[in-house]
DNA sequence: TGACATATTATACGGACGTCCAGATAGTTT
DNA sequence: AAACTATCTGGACGTCCGTATAATATGTCA
């Protein structure tokens, strides 16, 4: 398969599923066992495209790192873009969910909404998640790092990141009500590319600084101070992104 | 072939071939006819990596992009991982002397050493490089943009950059003697991601924006202001790389 | 001219790929 | 028990993959 099969095709299979049961789940009263197979799937998928990216893994190692045949892996995931569409909208609500929530506090606090307080209410979570002990999260980290980097992808992530992205952009909107709308976006988008490079470009960072590799949840302060300071510094001088 | 051929395999193939010659080159005072079609080989092969990454790229389909056929690729590009290797160091150097070039300027320059000088020398000539209108330039843009994002093909990179990299972390020592190594590193690997995001978030930044995309130098900068902000921020808050 | 190195063609090989499907199995319902 | 549905197995399909190679062409040198 070229990718040119993932061109923005359709709509997104349902990504609500993130119940985590512990007895089989049941629908019209009808008990599902392959519910707990079709987890492990997905888990394995999961792991294969954000260790290895979406061409570089096939359905037979994804089967094989589930520990079930291959047929299986296209009943419970369908085609391969069906699979990773599946595996990328699985933990998005969690994470959108943990970005609004925290947004939410920042306005009910006492005091007034400021940039730092937004920009550690879009990226903590995401550091959060990525350094927790999960490795699914993990993976499921480094494959939104793999596929938000990639416009190649944008297609796929549009619905599913940006709604929230949007009321950040609103937010910012709110501190520097001058601000064009390109700029926020332009600053959000450079935010969210030095988030990903916590995870993805981990290494690099160790082998410039000639040490060990560390959890991204190292780089979170620095992180938020950079993005922030970065965009007040923009805002302040009513810098504007423009043609050359 | 899995992405696991790609792991830092021996050297780079000779990669300061940078020279652009009318008449067909003599080796040993033989001639090489074939020099031609190598370097329409290696535009090809740019060109279909900066659009489709490594592992969704065909040699057939290098190949076809050339206009040659199967064979030629494998006779002037060898094995995939060669070629791909040979593609991304074909261009470096011209990266590096001209960002190595604007760090002389600015030693040279009246006026002592800024974080901005030396944030600008760094991500000015791959902004220029990418909105020129030399379509094999904006491919290597992409191309780079994909490489050096992900930690998997750091082994590639390390080599061609990181040396420049060095040079720039240690000018940004001397404006700054007090701040950690690792913490300069993480600083400017924030600023190389934003950068890359230039290129490849362009459909992001536009979809969040809802406007049409711009070219990487409509960024120039805003990005370079807010890389410099985020930087002076950090380093004055004496904000350190630590272990949550 | 013949010997020679370079360059190119056409083709073949073994293997991995995504997808599909007939049939076996097992739990649920009637 | 029989019918039914969800689940799973094993294997096959045609296609494309990266690589290698024998044969041929092309231009250089002795």
Redesign the pocket.
């Known amino acids: ?2 990718s040119k ?1 993932r061109d923005c095709p359709a709509a997104l299979p349902g990504g609500t599923a993130d119940a985590p049961e512990e007895t ?1 789940a049941r629908v ?11 987890d492990k799937v997905l888990d394995a998928a999961e792991r294969c495209f954000g260790r290895d990216g979406f061409d570089a ?5 994804v089967a094989a790192e589930a520990g ?9 995931g ?6 990773f569409r599946t595996v990328l909208a699985r933990r998005v609500n969690a994470l959108n969910l943990l970005r609004r929530a925290r947004l939410t506090e920042l306005r009910s606090a006492r005091g007034r909404l400021t940039l730092r307080g937004i920009v550690a209410a879009y990226l903590a979570p995401y550091i959060d998640y990525a350094s927790s002990g999960d490795p699914q999260w993990q993976a499921y980290a480094a494959l939104i790092a793999r596929t938000t980097a990639d416009d190649r992808n944008y297609c796929h992530v549009r619905d599913l990141y940006d709604p929230v992205a949007q009321e950040f952009i609103a937010a910012m909107a709110e501190v520097h009500p001058e601000a064009e709308r390109e700029t926020l976006a332009a600053l959000l988008t450079f935010s969210v590319a030095s988030l990903l490079a916590v995870v993805a470009s981990r290494a690099r960072i160790a082998g410039l600084a000639d040490c060990a590799p560390r959890l991204p949840s190292a780089y979170r302060d620095t992180l938020i101070e950079f993005c922030t300071g970065g965009m007040e510094r923009v805002l302040s001088q009513s810098i504007r992104v423009r043609p050359a």
Do not use: N, W, Y
Not at 78 to 83: I, R
């Open positions: 398969m070229s099969d089989p019209d009263g009808r008990l599902l066992r392959g519910e707990a197979t079709r893994v096939s359905i037979r190692q079930v045949t291959l047929g299986v892996v296209g009943f419970h369908g085609s391969k873009a069906d699979l």
